[in-house]
Each structure stands twice: as C-alpha cells, then as structure tokens.
C-alpha cells in the first residue's frame, strides 16, 4: 500500500506548483486536482515550450503519468476540452492518461456571468478570476449543481433548463444593465453545447475514489496537485479576499475521497519571495520600485488572467501558518535566481501589530491590515545560477538564505528552483 504525496502553495499561489508537480511527477504513476478550477494557471517549461495548464494536472506532461479530476474540482467543459485538445496537439494520449470525476460539479455559462454581476455589484471587490468558481461552488452547497454523472442522466436538459432561467433572474437582478444575458442563456443553445461536450467528455468520466484506492492499494506512486494556496483558503485565508474552496489538506482529502492515512509527504510551495494577485491584506507587499523589479525581474503576470501580481518580499510569518494548517513535511522554494539577483534580501520574521510583536499569523483582517512586517536582512547577489546543479554548488549567500528559511520554519527545502525551465531544479536527499 503506498502514500499519496501532496504539494500545496502556501501563500497566495502562483508560487510554482506546477513546475514541483512536474518535477515529481518523473516517477509517479498517477497525479490528481482536488479543488478549484479553470481560475488556476500552472506554467510548465519544458525544452522552451510553454504549457498553461488550468484544468487538467500537471503531473501529465510526464507523458506516463494518468491525471485525474477529482470531484472536489469545479469543471469547466469548454476549458478542458481545449486543453485536451492542446495537449493531443503535443503528443499526448488523453484516452488513456485523463481521466474526470463523475462527481466532480460542472461550471455552466450562468456561473461566469454571475461571477462577473456579482464582481461589478460589489462595493469591496474580491478581484476573482471571473471563471465563474464562486457561484459554481454556491450551486454545489446549495445542494443543486450539476455533477458529471449528470450530464448523463434522463433529467438532464429539464435541471439545466431550471437552473439557467433561475440564475438569469438572479444575474439580471445583480447586473441590470446587462442587455446580453439573455442572448448568452438562450436555453436551447446552451443545451446544445452541454450536450456535445457530455459525448466527448464521456470517455474520461469515472468513479476516480475507486481508482485512486485501487493505485494505492497496487503500490503505484500517487501525487496530489494542489491548485490555489493556503492564503487563499475559504476557512484559513484573509476572507472575503479568497476563493471558494479549501486548497489545504482538508480540501485534499474531501476533493479527492482519499483518507487522512493515504497521505504521504506534504511539501510547501513558496517563492524566495511573495506575490499576490487579486484584492485583499498582504502585509508584506512593495508598492515601490523594489516590487516593480521583483515583478519584472520574475515575471509576474497571472497565467490566467496576464494581471500584474503584486509583489513583495518573503514572509515567514504566513509560511509558519501554512505549516500548521497543512502539517508540511518539506518546503520548495522556486524562484531562487530571481531573488538573488537582488543585493540585500529582506525577510518578513515578525508583524509588529501596533506596537506589539508577534509570529503567529491571523486572518483577522482588522490583524492584517495593521500589522507591519518586521525584516531581517540577508545578503543576496547570488549571481548566475543556471550551471548549477546540486544545493553544494550554490554560492555561500544562496546556501545561507535556504538555511535561514529552514531554520526559522523548522522543515527541510528540499526542492529549490533555480529558472523556469523543468532542468532547473536542485533537488536535496
Ligand atoms: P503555480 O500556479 O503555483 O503553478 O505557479 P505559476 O505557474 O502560476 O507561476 C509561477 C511562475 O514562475 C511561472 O511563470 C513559472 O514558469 C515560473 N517559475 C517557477 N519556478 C521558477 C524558478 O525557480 N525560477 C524562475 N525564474 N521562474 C520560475
Ligand atoms: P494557482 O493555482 C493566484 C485568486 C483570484 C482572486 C481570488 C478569488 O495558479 O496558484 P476566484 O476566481 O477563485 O473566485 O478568485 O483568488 N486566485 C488565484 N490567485 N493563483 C491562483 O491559482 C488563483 N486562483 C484564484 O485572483 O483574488
Ligand atoms: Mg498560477
């Protein structure tokens, strides 16, 4: 019986899951998404060529690894049926390596256009991603979402005909200027639609519980991809500033029908620094130059959307967070050529909250948005990393500033990310 390893971003996201994902998916069997959507963007470079993936894991582009949707997903058809067919472009064989939860909830046209009413409704905006995630996620626990399976089912074109006429009232009532709802709702065509993508999509549908177990229970080597970042958390990140689902452990666990005892290691994905994209508290955001040259320097513009991310230096005090809610066993930490191109480095160790310190984070957002990080200085010019290829070779000031990260959290780096490309990982036994 084997363990499931699971990586999880631990601040806003965007910290290079993906890039950790692919790295791990080289010997792994089967890789699986428990939570969110198409408001995820996951950026693989491999021989020069870009993948962005939102849907379908990254554990795929392995070429030998079965990606899985697990019914904690919320499901865009349109979405995933273009990178399905992107990725067959490329080489890869869907039949065989995909495959989707019948009970993973299908994101429907009306979802993004709520999403986009309610956004626009809104005095303090959340800045989603206007996938439609939000509302999808309130027809599941409102208990009257469409699953997979029931795109199959005899009832079919009377729930999706009920739920899109109620939703276009509700739309209609956030965003009354909106003239073209009704044109993008004509029933009869989103039928249609829906129709054509339950016959293509048919092939991958599947009790994936069972065949997760079944994996495990074979000794095959599983991961599970986190999508989104602890921060980010409807329960444990700054709301109303999140997304709608649990990306830590928990959600793994209910997103995928996993047990707590199927878990193997739990790494943590950061960046040497932070980033943020979206509204909401993030103590240790740079609105100066230094955090233009960070985006610039990193390239930080979302997969998803192209937004410009905030920017900002490292904080430890979050990542300390993020080891407690998700029980991290080991840190990645990406990104460390971009930071070292900097002379200093500044780390968040501490918020001073009105004159008081602390290191215990809180999502209160009074908290949050009065603490001030307290920094320590490291010493950064690390210079060109892309010859190296062990943690050995780093130069003195690189080792130092993954040791300062490792002894202040109390786990080990193991992985730490020296470029964009897949090569560029140095990997510590
Ligand atoms: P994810 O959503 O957590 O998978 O992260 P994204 O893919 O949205 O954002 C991470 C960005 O950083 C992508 O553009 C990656 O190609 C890039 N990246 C990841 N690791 C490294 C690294 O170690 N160095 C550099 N320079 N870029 C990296
Ligand atoms: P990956 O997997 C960064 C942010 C949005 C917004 C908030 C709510 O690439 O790390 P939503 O559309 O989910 O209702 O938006 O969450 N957000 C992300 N930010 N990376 C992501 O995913 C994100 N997914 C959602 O910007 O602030
Ligand atoms: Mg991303």
Redesign the pocket.
Known sequence: MSKADVVI?CFY?????????DYLAADADVAVRATGGDN??????IDGV?Y??HLIP?GILSGHTTGVIGNGVVLNPGVLLEEVANLRAHGYDMGRYLKISDKAHVILPYHRLLDAALEKARSAKIGTTGKGIGPAYCDKYERSGLRMEDLYACDFKDRLRELTNSRQALICFYDPENTAVRETLAFERVYEGYARYAEEMEPFVCDTLTYLHKALEEGKKALVE??Q?TLLDIDFGSYPFVTSSNPTIGGVLTGTGLSASDIGEVYG?I?AYSSRVGEGPYVTELTDAVGDRIRE????Y???TGRPRRCGWLDLVALKYAKRVNGLTALAV?????IGKFDKIQVCVAYDCGGKQTEDFSTSLEFLNQARPVYQELAGGFGDLAGVRSFEELPLAAREYIRFIEGRIGIPVKF?????ERT??LVRE
């Open positions: 971003g996201g965007d910290e290079g899951k993906g890039k950790v994902i995820a963007g996951h950026t693989i470079k870009k962005a993936m990254s986190g999508a970042a994905v960046k320097l990193g390239h930080e979302g997969t998803t990406n990104h460390l050529d971009t730490i990310g020296t470029g964009a560029a990982m």
